[in-house]
């Protein structure tokens, strides 16, 4: 058990900390309460409000562990763990009333010198005793609701076991249905967890790989269709093996980041660890992470020349705060002022965290601020160490291919031009040690080794900066390669093929090397995030579009292998647009970042027309917010048209070309694929206008689909699966109207607009529903009654221009529609 109480409790969900914020408000009244109150201002109604405080916190904490409790007897797992931190939160939260009531009863509001109240002591252990073992019920009842995300990721791994072992179609079919379900189940419990991450870190892990799976999702489909039709092509089954190792490596790293911060249980700490698990934040040790180290190390190295006084407590020493060190560059001391503007806004605050905080943590908390100055041999060494480190992390610049020489040149010997500022301060060092007083030699050579780690990270940039500009002429030029895969594998040109995949190549290892250095030069985690693992699906995901290429030329009759290459090619145009979006970011965070700050006067007027403000923004794309708000409907909408496109797919074979039904049900799944696009950021629908115009389309051609049903439905005989069209059928003119009505609605403003995008995505989700059913249901009739789909277009014009000189037409009239129905029963 020592090990549990030695335990370190660490909250990274913001829902734990918005919990535990009333009660830290609580007790901090109960704490502050012994400073700040005199005999004098002590009045009886302030007394019994103390100890109706302290009372409520005690119920407050009966009601909470009751709760835990609860939990911890439907879970086995943390039930010991459970049920004696709920112990020790009861025995806290007695403690802290049965103290309020000691102070409550005293006339004067102190108890007797010898009391428990004497000093503060006994309440801050209380308050620091109650906090911890709250915390430690929070955290393990966190780890029922990672054990409910860990078990929908299980659900979704075993549906592609599944899904690999099938072995005809129709058993895909199924298969593919419910991995669908439980991929929108997974998709929202992960999407609340990233959400609650309180890392910035693991939020944009979090976000890379639900990316990869519902990017991959589409793939999974295609490739498993061409591998059961040609079992015997061993590039289709490549391209299927690959995507499935993909998803399973990004729940890998879902899983590793729900369980980064989970309490361990008893049972998980007798547990052996299992070894060899992958490094998933290798990404930290960047060029710009190394420098920002040094520079952070050689900053705090400066010698202290002010004494601190030991002042005596009790029996316990504590140290006075010695004067901040001088920084001498403008942007510092502007941060300064920040920094110390909050301090001051904030110092109540900190002072009782610090209270509260336990003593290994108060000792911890000043070793790593208590920093030792550049006289000290270890500190030293440890500057020596960070400059080396940063050299190597450049050496990626220097061998790369892509830089040109004079960059090249500029950093090697910005390199040697930092270990000789370094050196020289070093030398300084030494021979100010005896005259510790006298420290202004050493602050200059301290701001000449800053100056020289800024001219570098300045030099970084610039030789990135190249290679992006080149960046958009070999992305288009890889555009152009993969564009004329498709007529080379039709044609089966394979040396031409060869040569294709050749410069491809080739183009993919430019842009993986550019990758590489984006990272290195990314400032925020959620960048860096987002570089390296656009590198890693670069590498895995491009080549595949050459595999695609080549099972293609061997079955180029095949329209499920030309789609199967068309899906892989856009998944390759999503990367590459990822690539152009990221950098730009990048280099833009990073050149104002290196760039030297200018004073910005506020009472002139802004760039302008006579200096007024800049026109309205025209509609954009979602921002990041809105598209986790919408993520959800939108995965649900692109599950429905991944099912539409495998019902289709049945007719294959089963009619004729011609067939009305299913190039109607094709054209709504293709554009309500666009409309998921674009929750995403993506695709060709750049703005909410554009949204709205391809909903009214889409409802247009729901109206033409519903007519060719109608017809169809004339040749089903009388039966229950008549029966069960048309009640389906007829559910199409209620939600084609629904989302017109919808696509009209006014709005102003951005909030509105969003809301009627959430709507549309929700309406149109709906009739995509339905239409899924109506399909199926078409299949199923024809299938049974071998019935003829040619001339249905025909057949449905005809009836709608005698519907519009009768008076009632299809779907945009409600009245009409239900005629219809009528005379089709």
């Known amino acids: 058990m020592a090990t549990k109480k030695s335990q370190e409790l660490v909250i990274k969900v913001k829902s734990i900390e918005r919990t535990l914020l009333p009660l830290i408000k609580q007790v901090s009244t109960l704490v502050q309460h012994r400073s700040e109150r ?14 109706r405080v302290g009372q409520a916190v005690n119920l407050a904490v009966e009601r909470f562990v009751t709760v835990g409790e609860t939990i911890a007897d439907d879970n086995p797992e943390i039930k010991q763990d459970m049920y004696e931190a709920c112990k020790e939160a009861r025995a806290a939260g007695s403690s802290i009333e049965r103290l309020c009531e000691i102070t409550a009863t005293d006339p004067l509001g102190y108890p007797p010198p010898d009391g ?44 592609l076991c599944r899904m690999e072992q099938v072995a005809n179609f129709t058993e895909f079919v199924k298969a593919f249905s419910v991995f669908g379900a439980e991929m929108v189940e997974l998709a929202h419990v992960t999407g609340d967890r990233q959400a609650d991450l309180k890392e910035e870190r693991r939020r944009a892990q979090m976000a890379a790989a639900r990316q990869v799976l519902e990017r991959s999702t589409m793939m999974l489909l295609t490739s498993s269709k061409t591998c059961l039709r040609h079992p015997e092509c061993p590039d289709s089954r490549e391209n299927r093996d690959t995507v499935f190792c993909q998803m399973r490596r990004a729940m890998d790293l879902i899983h590793y980041v729900v369980k980064d911060g989970v309490l361990e249980t008893v049972a998980e700490r007798l547990s052996p660890r299992g070894g060899g698990q992958v490094d998933w934040d290798s990404e930290r040790a960047s060029a710009f992470t190394s420098l920002k180290h040094f520079s952070r190390l050689v900053e705090l190295s400066r010698p202290q020349v002010t004494e601190t006084t030991p002042k005596v407590i009790g029996n316990s020493e504590i140290v006075e705060e010695a004067p901040a060190p001088r920084e001498l560059t403008r942007s510092s001391s502007v941060r300064d002022r920040r920094i110390d503007g909050q301090r001051t806004k904030n110092r109540t605050y900190a002072s009782l965290e ?72 070093l030398r300084i060092a030494v021979n100010t040690e005896p005259f510790i007083s006298n420290t202004t030699e050493i602050d200059g050579a301290i701001e000449s080794v800053q100056s020289a780690g800024q001219d570098l990270s300045q030099q970084l940039v610039l030789a990135v900066s190249d290679q992006v500009t080149e960046l958009a002429h070999v992305i288009k030029a890889g555009i152009d390669v993969v564009n004329s895969l498709r007529n080379i594998a039709l044609n089966q040109e394979l040396d031409r093929l060869q040569e294709c995949a050749d410069r491809f190549h080739d183009y993919i290892d430019h842009i993986l090397e550019v990758c590489k250095l984006l990272r290195h030069i990314a400032l925020s985690e959620t960048l860096q995030v987002q570089a390296k693992f656009m590198e890693i699906n670069l590498k895995i995901y491009a ?93 649900e909408m692109k599950m429905l048209t991944n099912e539409m496109d495998a019902e289709t797919d049945k007719w294959n074979g089963a009619s004729d070309e011609n067939n009305d039904i299913v190039k109607r049900a094709k054209n709504m799944s293709s554009m309500a694929f666009s409309m998921y696009q674009f929750t995403k950021g993506e695709g060709t629908l750049r703005t909410t206008q554009d949204l709205f115009t391809q909903a009214e389309y889409f409802a247009e051609e729901a109206n033409r689909l519903y007519k060719v049903v109608r017809q169809f439905s004339y040749q089903v005989p009388a039966g229950q699966p008549k029966k069960e069209l048309l009640e389906n059928v007829d559910k199409v003119p209620t939600f084609v109207q629904t989302l017109q009505f919808t696509v009209k609605d006014p709005t102003v403003g951005k909030a509105a607009t969003f809301v009627k995008v959430d709507h549309v ?25 071998k019935l003829d789909f040619s001339g249905l277009s025909g057949r449905a014009a005809a009836g709608t221009s005698r519907d519009d000189e009768g008076g009632s037409g299809g779907v945009g009239d409600s009245k009409g529609a239900t005629t219809s129905t009528e005379g089709g029963m």
């Not at 004497?118 to 029922?144: F, N, P, Q, W």
């Not at 708000?629 to 995965?635: D, E, N």
């Open 354 to 425: 610090r209270e509260l905080l336990p003593p290994a943590s108060r000792s911890a908390e000043a070793a790593m601020l208590g920093l030792s100055s550049v006289l000290v041999p270890e500190t030293r060494d440890q500057l020596l160490a960070a400059l080396d480190k940063v050299v190597e992390k450049t050496q990626d610049f220097t061998d790369s291919a892509y830089t040109t020489h004079e960059h090249r040149e500029n950093i090697l010997l910005l390199c040697d031009r930092a270990k000789l500022e370094l050196n020289q301060l």
């Open 761 to 785: 995505i929700q309406e149109t989700k709906n009739l995509m529903n339905v239409i899924n059913k109506v399909v199926t249901t078409c299949f199923d009739c024809a299938n049974k009654y």
């Open 116 to 159: 428990p109240l004497s000093d503060r002591s006994a309440m801050i252990r209380a308050a620091r005793a109650l906090l911890s073992s709250v915390t430690r019920v929070l955290l393990l009842a966190d780890i029922v609701v990672v054990k409910q995300l860990l078990l929908a990721k299980d659900r979704v791994a075993r549906s």
């Open 543 to 635: 080549p595949q579009v050459i595999t695609a290429a080549r099972a293609l030329s061997a079955h180029p009759t095949s329209k499920i292998a030309k789609e199967n290459l068309e899906v892989f090619v856009d998944m390759w145009q999503w990367l590459a647009s990822d690539v152009s979006t990221v950098s730009k970011e990048i280099i833009e965070m990073a050149q104002a970042q290196t760039k030297p700050d200018k004073t910005e006067y506020l009472s002139l007027p802004r760039p302008g027309k006579h200096g007024t403000t800049s026109k309205p923004l025209k509609p954009t794309r979602l921002d990041q917010e809105e598209q986790e708000k919408i993520a959800k409907a939108g995965l």
């Open 38 to 51: 005199s005999p004098s201002v002590s009045s009886e109604r302030t007394l019994r409000a103390i100890g």
